[in-house]
């Protein structure tokens, strides 16, 4: 199904979901299944750089993501500490996988690392301990470090490097709220949290214990 039909399919959904339940089959599934698994696949994302280098958020998949929440029943989800479970909606992203799995996908996620169904993890990614929440993006040769959260539908960028317990805010609602954005080549320091849709510029370095959000003012020290 082309992307255009999906999205139709989706915000009519979405526009008639108190219709919708774990019974629900047919082509609304079948359309939310699709986008959760292209989110998670990479091939498309919920925010992407335009030709003039703003942002354009596909809210459709924002969408996607909510409608998957009504349609889908908690279930059992193995793996958990000491043979323990969990008992969630949203699968691991790494359920069924094998080795070749593993080296197809081309990144590290050392014991401890929570990735959900629908988030895409680019190669050479190293994720710590960790936790990557539904519909994030995660771009090639970023290091994921300890404790870090990358909250539901934020985008990281290529060569980033997210310092031990930093904070990447998420957004699913409200639905014209844009994702948490850090840009290719940013380091953000230790403890520090981006949230309410800030997005951090390419090659911007943030120190330790920064919070950012969008009532944040930003001082250029060269001009005041």
């Given at each position: 199904?082309?992307?255009?039909?999906?999205?139709?399919?989706?915000?009519?959904?979405?526009?008639?979901?108190a219709?919708?339940n774990?019974?629900?089959?047919?082509?609304?599934?079948?359309?939310?299944?699709?986008?959760?698994?292209?989110?998670?696949?990479?091939?498309?994302?919920?925010?992407?750089?335009?030709?003039?280098?703003?942002?354009?958020?596909?809210?459709?998949?924002?969408?996607?993501?909510?409608?998957?929440?009504?349609l889908?029943?908690?279930?059992?989800?193995?793996?958990?500490?000491?043979?323990?479970?969990?008992?969630?909606?949203?699968?691991?992203?790494?359920?069924?996988?094998?080795?070749?799995?593993?080296?197809?996908?081309?990144?590290?996620?050392?014991?401890?690392?929570?990735?959900?169904?629908?988030?895409?993890?680019?190669?050479?990614?190293?994720?710590?301990?960790?936790?990557?929440?539904?519909?994030?993006?995660?771009?090639?040769?970023?290091?994921?470090?300890?404790?870090?959260?990358?909250?539901?539908?934020?985008?990281?960028?290529?060569?980033?490097?997210?310092?031990?317990?930093?904070?990447?805010?998420?957004?699913?609602?409200?639905?014209?709220?844009?994702?948490?954005?850090?840009?290719?080549?940013c380091?953000?320091?230790?403890?520090?949290?981006?949230?309410?849709?800030?997005?951090v510029?390419?090659?911007?370095?943030?120190?330790?214990?920064?919070?950012?959000?969008?009532?944040?003012?930003?001082?250029?020290?060269?001009?005041?």
């Amino acid at each position: 199904m082309a992307h255009e039909d999906l999205q139709k399919t989706i915000e009519t959904a979405f526009e008639a979901r108190a219709e919708l339940n774990f019974s629900t089959t047919g082509a609304v599934r079948d359309a939310v299944d699709t986008a959760l698994d292209l989110l998670d696949s990479g091939k498309a994302r919920v925010a992407e750089k335009a030709a003039d280098g703003n942002w354009q958020v596909n809210q459709w998949l924002k969408k996607a993501v909510l409608l998957s929440f009504r349609l889908n029943d908690n279930t059992l989800i193995e793996g958990g500490p000491a043979g323990s479970r969990w008992w969630d909606k949203v699968p691991s992203k790494f359920e069924g996988w094998g080795e070749n799995r593993f080296r197809e996908a081309g990144f590290r996620a050392v014991p401890g690392a929570v990735v959900r169904k629908s988030a895409h993890i680019g190669k050479s990614v190293i994720l710590m301990p960790s936790f990557v929440n539904l519909g994030a993006y995660v771009d090639e040769g970023t290091m994921v470090d300890t404790w870090v959260t990358v909250g539901s539908c934020a985008q990281i960028g290529k060569n980033v490097h997210l310092s031990g317990g930093v904070g990447i805010g998420g957004v699913l609602e409200p639905l014209q709220a844009g994702p948490v954005i850090i840009e290719d080549n940013c380091f953000i320091g230790a403890r520090s949290e981006v949230v309410e849709g800030v997005v951090v510029g390419e090659g911007s370095v943030i120190s330790m214990g920064v919070f950012i959000g969008q009532s944040t003012k930003i001082v250029d020290r060269n001009t005041g």
